[in-house]
């Protein structure tokens, strides 16, 4: 167990629609990071929050959003969803805000775009 | 940004073969982690290891900075050990660079 931990599982929908995916970072971390998994485009940086703000964007879509929370949890919003979104999220967290320090990853949830 | 060469993408072993994993870098890092997919999506943390050598259990990992590469050995391989394997680097950025990994099967 990384001590990440991301809700739902599993989320099944439909294109056009909207979901939140959620996630707790290890206790003490204070960046949280976000990554999809495609089959196309394999694992990928979206967006990493430290301490409640944004610090660093990497091929993140307009139609996705994330925050991060003062109790540090960090949600990520998917919004007008294509099938192409279907993916694994990944939650990282890690105690710094720069890249020099472990990552620990979450579970995922897997998206499936109906 | 970095890019990351993993080799051999896919690899077949008997149980109980050893096996050494590459990844090559194309720049300076300041973060290389090793990491196991299992057949259910999870990311296992194997090392983190930017730089010298580690060893836990079955499975070492090398990384010679200076010639920008990292190898990750495994032995007497298991059944259980199938799966991908990722390796991720960063350099003083934020993010973690993902190579395609290596896909490892270990037939009984």
């Known amino acids: 167990d990384s001590g990440v931990t991301q809700t739902p599982k599993h989320l099944i929908t439909a294109t056009g629609q909207r979901v939140t995916l959620r996630c707790s970072p290890r206790?003490?971390?204070?960046?949280v990071y976000w990554y999809q998994q495609s089959l196309d485009q394999g694992l990928q940086f979206l967006i990493q929050y430290y301490n409640g703000e944004e610090r660093a964007k990497g091929n993140i879509l307009e139609r996705f959003s994330a925050q991060q929370f003062p109790d540090l949890h960090s949600e990520l919003n998917l919004s007008s969803l294509e099938l192409g979104d279907s993916a694994l999220y990944f939650c990282a967290s890690s105690v710094g805000e720069t890249g020099g320090g472990i990552q620990y990853f979450g579970a995922g949830t897997r998206l499936s775009v109906l | 940004g970095i890019q990351v060469e993993q080799s051999p993408p896919d690899l077949i072993l008997q149980e109980g073969a050893n096996s050494t994993l590459r990844c090559n870098f194309s720049?300076?890092?300041?973060?290389l982690q090793w990491f196991h997919q299992n057949p259910w999506g999870q990311l296992i943390n194997l090392f983190y290891i930017p730089s010298g050598t580690k060893q836990n259990g079955r499975l070492s990992a090398t990384t010679v900075a200076t010639e920008r590469y990292s190898l990750l050995y495994i032995s007497s391989s298991q059944t259980t050990d199938s799966g991908v394997y990722f390796c991720?680097?960063?350099?003083?950025?934020?993010?973690?660079?993902f190579g395609k990994g290596t896909s490892l099967l270990v037939t009984p």
């Open positions: 720049d300076s890092v300041n973060n």
């Open positions: 206790s003490g971390d204070l960046s």
């Open positions: 991720a680097v960063s350099n003083s950025g934020y993010a973690l660079n």
